[in-house]
């Protein structure tokens, strides 16, 4: 991921975190058009949340932190839409919007992450058990979640991959996805997973 690479983007109303996994299911024309010029590239493109406006049409205002993706499955449909599966790669940030040709495209540079170190640890060790928290809260609810999922043992991927389970709206996930490193990451996280779990204790109450 180099300086100044153009990408196509696809806003959307939601965040991608670097590791986890999106589905689409891609209707319009212009997206239509850039999932085959991706799969006949190198199967990347950008996905950044829209900050206001819509999905479909055109016309929405986005944010300039986003994420890369990578097709990793697609399959058109008869009727010329596409059902993809995409997986996060990495953080970018988007310098300049170009025009819609037909679809959005910009130029981004990639957002480095840094090697996790002591502190970064004791960060995650706080969101695995504040998330442990939160899933046996839910499970009072709903008895088929009865675990906590398992995060990777690298801070770094682990908060990635707590910030995509975690019960949050997509303007604290984009804060999460700017938030430049990973130990004020966690603990942002911690704080929003301690805040759902007063919020379901009190609704139990």
Known sequence: ???????PMFPLGTVLFPYAMLPLHVFEDRYRVMIRRVMDGDREFGVVLIERGSEVGGGDVRFDTGTIARVVQAAELPDGRYAVAAVGLGRVRVTRWLPDDP??????????DEPANTADHD?????????????ELVGRIDPRIDEPPALDADPVRAAYEAAALAPIGPLDAQRLLETPAAPERLLQLAELLDDHARLLR???S
Do not use: H, K
Request: hydrophobic share 55%.
């Open 1 to 7: 991921m180099s300086d100044g690479r153009v990408l």
């Open 103 to 112: 679809y959005p495209q910009a130029e981004v540079v990639a957002l480095a």
């Open 123 to 135: 960060a995650r060790d706080r969101v695995v058990a504040t998330l442990a928290v939160v899933t």
């Open 202 to 204: 009190d609704g139990a």
